[in-house]
């Protein structure tokens, strides 16, 4: 596809990304976290979040070494829990990545939109040992005002000083980040919004980690994805936020672009609470291939939803061969390997991943890897980040309900070039 070429009335108004800011289990901040891939790095360890006795496998993807107090300034941070500590210093993070400062953030007509799975759910793990018979007027109060996951985004607005601006939090489960991606993309190609910071965000619970396990879905040491030996995904947590401009902007103010958006495909066929569906996969995939102005032969690698459970993996990979047909697949990576699965979180660093992958020329593994399942049968990158000049890449995401998401972004070419 001819990149240069959209801004025709179809697509009025080009999209690219000029800031990223992210809060993982492998790096905080877009260096680190940068490095974390190209190493390969992984984020397990043993679980703190809450207590692990009755369970057999006590394993997830936990962020380590965060100071909140370094990147929230306005918001006093004992008001916000976890999971919007995470979502506030990642959009910190990127408008500063992005070169912007407050002041001129505050000129602009804005989108907050915050994807999640579960908003604060982790404040709720504290009040099983509290007796609540008195029903919430019994609940500390710190828990009722942090609570709302609408503060995930809307405690951004409020860190930023924003003041001409919509704030949206969107709780599409596992596939939110995308979403929320998806919903600023439109708002900024449309003419809405002038820029969008657009994520998703979210902390190790015991609510999350329990409902897995009683699924028989947890993994008891290492997430491993496509791998014949796979038992599981891991828990993790974490956040991104993008920052989205026009093109027409981004150059204006001579910004950095790492990517820009070309489409998205969103489906929520209710077919299964929790079984995927090859059928609504692939129509996802489509649908954000006709959105982009794209074809499968275009793609150049794909971020793979990868939860490494036996379900997934096949059922995703089937989906991806029902929309490619009998070509070679390009490679296929699950960053779930690394960062464990981060729910609301996850496309959105998957999404911060893939921007760095075309801005840097690689294509991050997937870790742990040892023997490939014959019904998967990707290249997935194993143990090793590749080299690679990708020009455009897929982001799948998918959710409980059928609520899946696919974003696919493209390298920035000027006219020019």
């Known amino acids: 596809?001819?990149?240069?070429?959209?801004?025709?009335?179809?697509?009025?108004?080009?999209?690219?990304?000029?800031?990223?800011?992210?809060?993982?289990?492998?790096?905080?901040?877009?260096?680190?976290f940068t490095s974390g891939l190209r190493e390969g790095r992984s984020g397990v360890r043993p679980i703190t979040a809450f207590d692990t006795a009755a369970f057999a496998h006590r394993n997830a993807c936990e962020v380590v070494d965060f100071d909140p107090a370094r990147w929230i300034t306005r918001v006093p941070v004992e008001e916000?829990?976890?999971?919007?500590?995470?979502?506030?210093?990642?959009?910190?993070?990127?408008?500063?990545?992005?070169?912007?400062?407050?002041?001129?953030?505050?000129?602009?007509?804005?989108?907050?939109?915050?994807?999640?799975?579960?908003?604060?759910?982790?404040?709720?793990?504290?009040?099983?040992?509290?007796?609540?018979?008195?029903?919430?007027?019994?609940?500390?109060?710190?828990?009722?005002?942090?609570?709302?996951?609408?503060?995930?985004?809307?405690?951004?607005?409020?860190?930023?000083?924003?003041?001409?601006?919509?704030?949206?939090?969107?709780?599409?489960?596992?596939?939110?980040?995308?979403?929320?991606?998806?919903?600023?993309?439109?708002?900024?190609?449309?003419?809405?919004?002038?820029?969008?910071?657009?994520?998703?965000?979210?902390?190790v619970c015991r609510k999350t980690f329990l409902a897995f396990y009683r699924l028989g879905t947890i993994a008891p040491e290492a997430c491993q994805p496509f791998d014949v030996n796979r038992q599981g995904l891991l828990t993790g947590e974490g956040a991104a936020v993008l920052v989205l401009e026009s093109l027409e902007s981004a150059l204006a103010r001579g910004a950095r672009?790492?990517?820009?958006?070309?489409?998205?495909?969103?489906?929520?066929?209710?077919?299964?609470?929790?079984?995927?569906?090859?059928?609504?996969?692939?129509?996802?995939?489509?649908?954000?291939?006709?959105?982009?102005?794209?074809?499968?032969?275009?793609?150049?690698?794909?971020?793979?939803?990868?939860?490494?459970?036996?379900?997934?993996?096949?059922?995703?990979?089937?989906?991806?061969?029902?929309?490619f047909g009998d070509r070679e697949l390009p490679p296929t990576v699950s960053f779930k390997s690394m960062l464990g699965h981060s729910m609301g979180a996850a496309s959105a660093i998957a999404a911060a991943a893939c921007a760095v992958a075309l801005t840097d020329g690689f294509m991050p593994p997937t870790i742990n890897h040892e023997e490939m399942d014959p019904e998967c049968a990707v290249d997935c990158v194993p143990n090793q980040a590749r080299p690679a000049d990708l020009e455009i890449v897929q982001n799948n995401a998918l959710a409980f309900g059928g609520n899946n998401a696919v974003l696919i972004l493209g390298k920035y070419r000027s006219a020019a070039a």
Do not use: W
Request: net charge negative; with cysteine; proline share 4%.
């Open 80 to 203: 916000l829990g976890r999971a919007g500590q995470f979502s506030v210093a990642a959009a910190r993070m990127a408008v500063e990545d992005a070169g912007l400062t407050d002041d001129q953030l505050q000129q602009y007509r804005a989108m907050v939109t915050v994807g999640t799975t579960d908003g604060e759910s982790r404040d709720l793990d504290g009040l099983a040992a509290l007796n609540v018979s008195d029903g919430p007027a019994s609940y500390p109060q710190s828990v009722a005002r942090r609570y709302p996951a609408s503060r995930l985004s809307t405690s951004i607005v409020r860190e930023l000083a924003l003041e001409d601006v919509e704030a949206v939090t969107i709780p599409t489960a596992c596939a939110a980040g995308n979403y929320a991606i998806g919903y600023g993309f439109d708002a900024l190609r449309s003419g809405d919004v002038d820029i969008a910071l657009c994520g998703g965000a979210d902390a």
């Open 257 to 323: 672009i790492y990517a820009e958006v070309l489409g998205y495909g969103l489906a929520c066929d209710a077919h299964h609470p929790v079984a995927p569906d090859r059928d609504s996969i692939a129509r996802t995939i489509d649908a954000a291939h006709r959105d982009a102005g794209v074809t499968p032969e275009q793609i150049d690698f794909i971020s793979a939803h990868g939860t490494g459970t036996k379900a997934n993996d096949i059922t995703e990979v089937a989906a991806i061969r029902q929309v």
């Open 1 to 32: 596809m001819d990149t240069t070429q959209r801004g025709s009335e179809d697509f009025p108004r080009r999209v690219v990304v000029t800031g990223l800011g992210v809060v993982t289990s492998i790096g905080i901040g877009i260096e680190t």
